[in-house]
T-cell receptor
Framework: DAGVIQSPRHEVTEMGQEVTLRCKPISGHNSLFWYRQTMMRGLELLIYFNNNVPIDDSGMPEDRFSAKMPNASFSTLKIQPSEPRDSAVYFC??????????????FGPGTRLTVL | RKEVEQDPGPFNVPEGATVAFNCTYSNSASQSFFWYRQDCRKEPKLLMSVYSSGNEDGRFTAQLNRASQYISLLIRDSKLSDSATYLCVVPSAHSGAGSYQLTFGKGTKLSVIP
């Protein structure tokens, strides 16, 4: 079975450009999570969806960040305009069932973003 | 107290050694806990779940002390392949939505030396 798929794996862009990160969760999983990881702050939850509906976006840093999940098999995280401080590894994760504190989250390989 | 706090390390231990990592958490309502492992430049992967007082899986033992809000991970007979960062993870309920999100510690880095 394919795991969580993310694209691109690496992105280098210039400040001010729009960046779109993509995620395909594991088929049948109902929850999807976007995280950002930096050395300074560790792994931070940005937003998560249950059954394609955003549940909590309090971790989204500011209005430059937006996320969508138009269907059960696809989600995007967009940064517009991008800034150097957005440089990080962005992970997408999915889990089988909404709710349930025992549910494992399965992570994608991440997108390494560098904003110059 | 921070939501999830870990000693960042690094822990440098020889092969065969026993090493223990500690984690404290602030949400006293949490019922289950996880240890994830993250290799360099890779994604986190679930290592162990802890639902009651503890859990053992081969060389790995996780223990939970609810009174002290403290979780530990013990690795016996360390292998070179155990070198990684170990993340302590605590679920927190999202009020009103009946769903949970995970809060990750910053991780403890382990290097097992030949």
């Amino acid at each position: 079975d394919a795991g969580v798929i993310q694209s691109p794996r690496h992105e280098v862009t210039e400040m001010g450009q729009e960046v779109t990160l993509r995620c395909k969760p594991i088929s049948g999983h109902n929850s999807l999570f976007w995280y950002r990881q930096t050395m300074m702050r560790g792994l931070e939850l940005l937003i998560y969806f249950n059954n394609n509906v955003p549940i909590d976006d309090s971790g989204m840093p500011e209005d430059r960040f937006s996320a969508k999940m138009p269907n059960a098999s696809f989600s995007t995280l967009k940064i517009q305009p991008s800034e150097p401080r957005d440089s990080a590894v962005y992970f997408c994760a999915s889990s089988p069932v909404p709710g349930g504190d025992t549910d494992t989250q399965y992570f994608g390989p991440g997108t390494r973003l560098t904003v110059l | 107290r921070k939501e999830v706090e870990q000693d960042p390390g690094p822990f440098n231990v020889p092969e065969g050694a026993t090493v223990a990592f500690n984690c404290t958490y602030s949400n006293s309502a949490s019922q289950s806990f996880f240890w994830y492992r993250q290799d360099c430049r890779k994604e986190p992967k679930l290592l162990m779940s802890v639902y009651s007082s503890g859990n053992e899986d081969g060389r790995f033992t996780a223990q939970l002390n609810r009174a002290s809000q403290y979780i530990s991970l013990l690795i016996r007979d360390s292998k070179l392949s155990d070198s990684a960062t170990y993340l302590c993870v605590v679920p927190s309920a999202h009020s009103g939505a009946g769903s949970y999100q995970l809060t990750f510690g910053k991780g403890t880095k382990l290097s097992v030396i030949p």
